[in-house]
């Protein structure tokens, strides 16, 4: 069972990308999903997080209005839009997730490998 975050690259202030969260292998069910991110000299920070039915999601200050976060559960994939990227957005993503491994009673915890979004002119 893996997660793997996809989508970083450099693009310019004002522009658009979005982040995907995939979980692979024998994955039963993908449950409430939360976005991070790791600015440079700075601390790891909660973005967005969505509840396991999509009903509910919740962001940081920073980024109300201007970052989007959705599911496709029959991809089980959770996507981050990010609208009007400042210089302020540059970090590491990481993405981080409940899921329910084929065969396991419980669900277990676990984070994607990062995908770096560089905001820059």
């Known amino acids: 069972v893996q997660l793997q975050a996809s989508g970083g690259g450099l693009v310019q202030p004002g522009a658009s990308l979005r982040l995907a969260c995939r979980a692979s292998g024998s994955v039963s069910s993908m449950h409430a999903v939360g976005w991070y991110h790791h600015p440079p000299g700075k601390h790891r920070e909660l973005v967005a997080t969505i509840t396991t039915d999509g009903e509910l999601t919740k962001y940081a200050d920073a980024v109300k209005g201007r970052f989007v976060v959705s599911r496709d559960d029959a991809r089980k994939t959770v996507y981050l839009q990010m609208n009007s990227l400042t210089s302020e957005d540059t970090a590491v993503y990481y993405c981080?997730?409940?899921?329910?491994?084929?065969?396991?009673?419980?669900?277990?915890?676990?984070w994607g490998q990062g995908t770096l979004v560089t905001v820059s002119s």
């Open positions: 981080n997730a409940n899921l329910k491994p084929v065969g396991d009673l419980y669900e277990r915890n676990y």
